[in-house]
């Protein structure tokens, strides 16, 4: 069985950093005291006797104590806090892709949705007619209604996540292409514009950045070139690097320039 490296944690790291730091402390106050002792005099020599010399290194002793046990205090606090804020993050990115798991097995099981949004062309060329009449139904717009916020919720969790500095920066960047086909789709603009649209049931920042992407993707040509097509994925990426108060990484997502945006795109009319 192989053991961990004591030097690993980090609270003994740092209490030997300070217990360090309060013996050369402590052995240049006697130091100083010794040689003023020698050299220092006023109306009589300075002195310390043997008696006041051992309750000046047991006072010294019992402050260095005090200085130690606070300190561990601070050390193990703050290690806390690190570590919780570790296993936080952990927990949200298993919870992002517990969520997106759960939502592949979704689409599994009802392709019908699935390709009526990805796939409206293909879906309308459909000729049978128990389909075509469950297209049509209330119900079924429903459907297709909720299986787009299941994706769009995900998205603005994963958004808030990042606004707040929870989830990394690499996790929610990965992210960043399905938000992009998402609200590239043709059936996307039925849905999330207008009075009742769905930009109405998400906060305003990841709203925004959605609706650019939706403006955005209207601009390119039904086959766009692959460089084209990534710059507006990249003028996307940026929009949604400002919204979230800066994010290097993201803002160089499709370049592989690591500077975030100065300023945020002009928005579309």
């Known amino acids: 069985m192989s053991m961990r490296p004591s030097l690993n944690d980090e609270r003994i790291r740092f209490s030997l950093i300070i217990c360090a730091a309060l013996t050369m402390l402590c052995a240049a106050t006697l130091f100083f005291m ?13 002195k310390i006797d043997g008696q006041t010399f051992s309750q000046l290194l047991n006072n010294a002793a019992q402050i260095i104590g005090v200085l130690i046990a606070a300190a561990m205090i601070v050390v193990t606090n703050s290690f806390n806090a690190k570590q919780n804020q570790s296993n936080a993050r952990q927990q949200i990115y298993q919870t992002l892709e517990t969520q997106s798991i759960e939502l592949f097995r979704f689409e599994a099981q009802h392709p019908e949705l699935v390709s009526a949004f990805w796939e409206p062309e293909e879906f309308a060329r459909m000729d049978t007619s128990a389909m075509l009449l469950k297209a049509g139904s209330r119900s079924f717009q429903y459907q297709l209604r909720q299986y787009v916020c299941q994706m769009l919720n995900l998205f603005e969790m994963a958004f808030r996540f990042r606004r707040d500095e929870i989830a990394p920066a690499d996790v929610f960047s990965s992210w960043i292409v399905w938000m992009w086909e998402v609200a590239a789709e043709p059936r996307f603009r039925e849905l999330w514009p207008g009075p009742s649209g769905l930009h109405l049931n998400y906060i305003r920042d990841f709203s925004e950045v959605m609706t650019f992407a939706m403006e955005r993707a209207l601009q390119l040509p039904d086959a766009p070139a692959e460089d084209e097509l990534n710059r507006a994925r990249q003028d996307f990426a940026d929009f949604a690097s400002i919204r979230l108060g800066g994010c290097p990484e993201l803002a160089g997502w499709f370049t592989g320039n690591s500077k975030p945006a100065a300023a945020p795109p002009v928005r579309l009319a």
């Open 34 to 46: 010794w040689w003023a002792g020698t050299k220092l005099v006023y109306e009589t020599p300075f």
